[in-house]
């Protein structure tokens, strides 16, 4: 079984996305270790190129790290204990009842969800979870003469590259509120996602969204430049702390 509707909106910004992509908290990856049943096998599906997978392997023996996108996988770090694969979301490779958690960060809504929701429940073991995450638009901590950054990131977010995303970016958006998830919920600690970044580093984090990169191919230029001109004199030299707010949801098979 394969997904065919799958579209790889990362294909041309993968260095990107491993460069420059937050972290996830050591907090979050603490709590699904616990409630996990076992810490055998987790299956991180559509991992990019290895965020989650990454934060995964310090408590589980064995991580399953796949995705559809071969360059996120040809750009993923490597660690031990983590095994990547090419793999769509509903074929993962893994057999029947071998996994004590799966976790999707920043991915569910591409999927095929039934087909996804199958897969999962095949390859899951009994009293198994299921953790799935997105963090939305990010805001810039401002004071002073920071005043004005969160004015110009909002209106590249809104209306330079906002007809460059996909449809999907709404359920980011809304924390995936309106996405079906048919398991038995869990209540989840609260999370930050919080980095300490200069002007160079949020210019990385920008060139990684897909909707840049289809920018780019739509009108022939790279749109963030323009905006860190804008922004320099306001960002200066220092770090500023840029947070996004993370949901969570988590269920049991």
Same mark, same amino acid.
């Given at each position: 079984m394969t997904n065919s509707t799958f579209t790889d909106h990362f294909a041309q910004v993968a260095a990107h996305y491993a460069s420059h992509r937050p972290t996830y908290p050591p907090a979050l990856f603490s709590w699904l270790a616990e409630q996990a049943p076992a810490r055998r096998l987790a299956w991180d599906c559509a991992t990019g190129t290895g965020q989650a997978a990454l934060g995964l392997a310090e408590?589980?023996?064995?991580?399953?790290? %796949?995705?559809?996108? /071969?360059?996120?996988?040809?750009?993923?770090?490597?660690?031990? =204990?983590?095994?990547? #694969? %090419?793999?769509?979301? @509903?074929?993962? =490779?893994?057999? @029947? #009842?071998?996994?004590?958690?799966?976790?999707? +960060?920043? +991915?569910? #809504?591409?999927?095929?969800? @039934? /087909?996804?929701?199958?897969?999962? /429940?095949?390859?899951?073991?009994?009293?198994?979870?299921?953790?799935?995450? %997105?963090?939305?638009?990010?805001?810039?901590?401002? =004071?002073? %003469? +920071?005043?004005?950054?969160?004015?110009?990131?909002? /209106?590249?977010?809104?209306?330079?590259?906002? @007809?460059?995303?996909?449809?999907?970016?709404? #359920?980011?958006?809304?924390?995936?509120?309106?996405?079906?998830?048919?398991?038995?919920?869990?209540a989840p600690p609260p999370c930050a996602m919080a980095v300490d970044w200069n002007l160079e580093d949020l210019a990385g984090y920008l060139r990684s969204w897909s909707a840049v990169s289809r920018y780019r191919e739509r009108y022939g230029s790279d749109p963030v430049p323009l905006l860190t001109a804008q922004l320099a004199p306001l960002w200066g030299e220092d770090r500023r702390r840029v947070v996004w707010p993370l949901s969570i949801k988590a269920g049991r098979l």
């Open positions: 408590y589980f023996e064995q991580v399953w790290a %796949t995705d559809a996108s /071969r360059s996120q996988i040809e750009a993923a770090a490597p660690c031990p =204990g983590v095994q990547y #694969h %090419t793999a769509p979301s @509903d074929c993962s =490779g893994l057999p @029947d #009842h071998a996994a004590d958690l799966v976790t999707v +960060a920043q +991915a569910l #809504h591409w999927f095929d969800l @039934d /087909r996804f929701y199958a897969e999962v /429940r095949r390859v899951m073991q009994p009293g198994g979870l299921l953790a799935v995450w %997105t963090y939305g638009v990010f805001r810039v901590e401002e =004071g002073g %003469t +920071a005043a004005g950054i969160q004015t110009l990131l909002d /209106r590249f977010y809104y209306e330079t590259v906002g @007809d460059c995303w996909p449809p999907e970016r709404r #359920h980011v958006e809304n924390g995936y509120a309106d996405l079906v998830f048919p398991f038995r919920e869990l």
